[in-house]
């Protein structure tokens, strides 16, 4: 089974940085697809977009050009480097592994984080 841990989460003023990290217990980049999650008090959980074995990547409407995924096959870490934080951008994030087909991104069940969190407030 595949353990995914997340951090880098925190507080930050609308306009501000952060760099969340998913440690993976595995080589998972060679196997799996990975996406990251948020989840918004109140809200439904959305896709923030997802990273392919292969390096492609699509990222939601809302994050386009703001968000940006890379990754350490050494270390077995995603990143997701969020820039221009809004208000709205204010969520718990996760990273899962899923598959990718076709252009579409399917999380696995059983490959979630504990989630880490992020406030964008000033």
């Known amino acids: 089974q595949v353990q995914l841990v997340e951090s880098g989460g925190g507080l930050v003023q609308p306009g501000g940085s952060l760099r969340l990290s998913c440690a993976a217990s595995?080589?998972?980049?060679?196997?799996?697809?990975m996406g990251w999650y948020r989840q918004a008090l109140g809200k439904q959980r959305e896709l923030v977009g997802y990273?392919?074995?292969?390096?492609?990547?699509d990222y939601a409407e809302s994050v386009k050009g703001r968000f940006t995924f890379s990754r350490d096959s050494a270390k077995n870490t995603l990143y997701l480097e969020m820039n221009n934080l809004k208000p709205e951008d204010t969520a718990v994030y996760y990273c899962?592994?899923?598959?990718?087909?076709?252009?579409?991104?399917?999380?696995?069940?059983?490959?979630w984080g504990q989630g880490t969190q992020v406030t964008v407030s000033s």
């Open positions: 899962n592994a899923g598959i990718y087909n076709r252009g579409t991104y399917s999380p696995r069940n059983d490959a």
């Open positions: 595995i080589n998972i980049f060679s196997f799996y697809a």
């Open positions: 990273i392919t074995s292969g390096g492609i990547t």
